[in-house]
């Protein structure tokens, strides 16, 4: 197999994931803000939607999309499953992991999208100025939603770590360095990104 990874929270997520899973795989790294992915050969042979991260597989079939990449490797590789080990534990995964994505994860990428990131996002795809300060405030929503109901709660299914930590984690993390940080009344969020942060596969190096 091979990696196709670039700065980022998206490819952070499937690279995190990897380390917990213990899974190594030769990368290819991909200029992100050189726009490599936004033309051949990479949207051509590897993601059309230019897009990153992506796997390559050892048929030379071409995954992407971070939940898919994670979950085939969570299937493909020994150890404990950070997805789940019966239907429950799996649907349980899938549902937070989904609840992240939509209330947390897009609006807050739209949000640096559409406002800091608009000198690199502007010539690559329809941005929206007028919205970015609604998306903000949309992930800010969503952090004060899950702030309550993660209280108690050692990983954010319970007490298990899963996919939807991991996609938490580099999407919070990634909101802190671009101006969105969780708001400090968010003190189970808060305490639950300390704690992950202190896991070594927090380390964007690994």
């Known amino acids: 197999m091979k990696f196709y990874n670039s700065v980022g929270p998206n490819p952070r997520v499937v690279k995190m994931f990897m380390a917990e899973r213990g899974v190594t795989i030769p990368e290819v790294e991909i200029d992100l803000r ?41 299937e493909v590789s020994p150890g404990q499953s ?20 939509l209330k947390i994860c897009e609006p807050l990428t739209n949000g640096f999208r ?26 800010q929503d969503g952090y004060r939603w899950l702030d309550p109901m993660i209280a108690g709660r050692a990983f954010v299914a319970g007490d298990r770590l899963t996919l939807a930590d991991v996609l938490l984690f580099a999407f919070v993390d990634f909101g ?7 708001a400090p009344e968010c003190t189970n969020l808060l305490g639950w990104y300390e704690r992950m942060k202190a896991r ?3 380390n964007p190096t690994v």
Do not use: H
Request: aromatic share 6%; with cysteine.
């Open 82 to 101: 950070l997805i789940g080990d019966t239907p429950e534990a799996r649907a349980m995964t899938r549902m937070w992991t989904r609840r992240i994505d």
């Open 176 to 182: 802190f360095q671009v101006g969105q940080p969780v």
């Open 34 to 74: 050189g726009g490599e992915n936004r033309r051949a050969p990479y949207n051509v042979s590897v993601n059309p939607a230019g897009q990153t991260p992506a796997l390559e597989l050892d048929d030379g079939s071409v995954l992407t999309e971070v939940t898919a990449i994670c979950e085939y490797l969570d």
């Open 114 to 139: 559409f406002a800091e990131g608009l000198p690199m996002f502007t010539p690559r795809m329809r941005v929206l100025p007028e919205a970015a300060a609604g998306l903000k405030a949309m992930a």
């Open 200 to 202: 070594p596969s927090a």
